[in-house]
């Protein structure tokens, strides 16, 4: 097995264990109110809600959401959203795996993207098959604004997409200095 396989599993693997992990805790460590919910059913039918246990005052909860939509409470309402997002994140596994065979072993910043995003939508696909909703956890907050909760997935497929782009940006550059070495030396060959 080549080592760009084998960061890409590793990777994955490592992200799908961090993203069962803290949702499993957050699941059975969170609080609610009313406490005694049923979970995640009870918070789904807004018959409770999590409680938020403060991280940084005024910055940072932990508040147990669950999500039927995509990372940042996107599709959140769409009738089926549920089957459409299950199929949208095995595409994008296979995707990953497409793009990890196609990839150069130099191309570190994408082996290591594509592992994430991989793990990310694995972690999120496993919630949504096995309980219909995505677990959410982590709230950051200004004053009275929010963001969206969201879950350790979701920060890998940002941090995976953001490396992504850098790859991208890399390699243009890379052809942009190939074109312009090639030209140099058309130009000499036709001076010679």
């Not at 890409?8 to 993203?19: E, G, K, M, P, W």
């Not at 409680?51 to 409470?73: C, E, H, M, T």
Request: hydrophobic share 55%; aromatic share 14%; charged share 20%.
């Amino acid at each position: 097995m080549s080592r760009r396989y084998k960061i890409f599993l590793i990777l994955a693997f490592v992200t799908l264990i961090a993203d069962q992990a803290t949702k499993l805790w957050a699941r059975h460590e969170l609080p609610t109110y009313p406490a005694g919910c049923e979970i995640p059913a009870d918070i789904v039918a807004h018959k409770c809600a999590g409680k938020a246990v403060q991280v940084i005052d005024g910055y940072w909860d932990w508040r147990l959401s669950f999500n039927p939509g995509s990372a940042f409470g996107l599709f959140n309402s769409a009738a089926g959203a549920r089957w459409f997002l299950s199929i949208i994140g095995f595409l994008a596994v296979g995707g990953m795996v497409w793009m990890l065979k196609k990839a150069r072993e130099d191309q570190k910043a994408l082996i290591w993207a594509l592992g994430l995003v991989a793990g990310g939508a694995v972690g999120n696909l496993v919630d949504r098959v096995y309980f219909g909703v995505v677990t959410d956890f982590v709230l950051w907050r200004y004053q009275t604004k929010e963001w969206p909760v969201f879950n350790i997935a979701d920060v890998a497929l940002v941090v995976g997409v953001g490396l992504m782009f850098i790859d991208i940006f890399r390699e243009a550059k890379l052809e942009k200095q190939a074109k312009a070495a090639a030209a140099a030396a058309d130009k000499g060959a036709a001076k010679a």
